[in-house]
């Protein structure tokens, strides 16, 4: 069984910033790609960044120059972090990991999914 754990949600004024953490336990041999999307109230779930597992990143258009995703291999890891966020993206932020299991098993596990909420 592998999990995700995200964190770091919360409220936060426009302009402001927010870091996501997303940790993965279980019985893992290695983790391929990770991401971060969001689902905003009444719309899709959409990418906003992901990384592989050697360090190369890519992010959506809409967030480049302001959002920066990182991870931390050793710590089973992956890093949102959001600066001068505007209201339209409040959304729930779900974090997403390409996971060989122990057993040798591929899986696609998502985490629970953490509110962001951008309003003054």
């Known amino acids: 069984q592998v999990q995700l754990v995200e964190s770091g949600g919360g409220l936060v004024q426009p302009g402001g910033s927010l870091r996501l953490s997303c940790a993965a336990s279980g019985s893992i041999f290695s983790i391929n790609h990770m991401g971060w999307y969001r689902q905003a109230p009444g719309k899709g779930r959409e990418l906003v960044a992901s990384?592989?597992?050697?360090?190369?990143?890519n992010h959506a258009d809409s967030v480049k120059g302001r959002i920066t995703i990182s991870r931390d291999n050793a710590k089973n890891s992956v890093y949102l972090q959001m600066n001068s966020l505007t209201p339209e993206e409040t959304a729930v932020y779900y974090c997403?990991?390409?996971?060989?299991?122990?057993?040798?098993?591929?899986?696609?596990?998502w985490g629970q999914g953490t509110l962001v909420a951008v309003s003054s």
């Open positions: 997403n990991a390409a996971v060989v299991a122990a057993t040798g098993r591929y899986l696609a596990v």
């Open positions: 990384t592989s597992i050697d360090g190369r990143t």
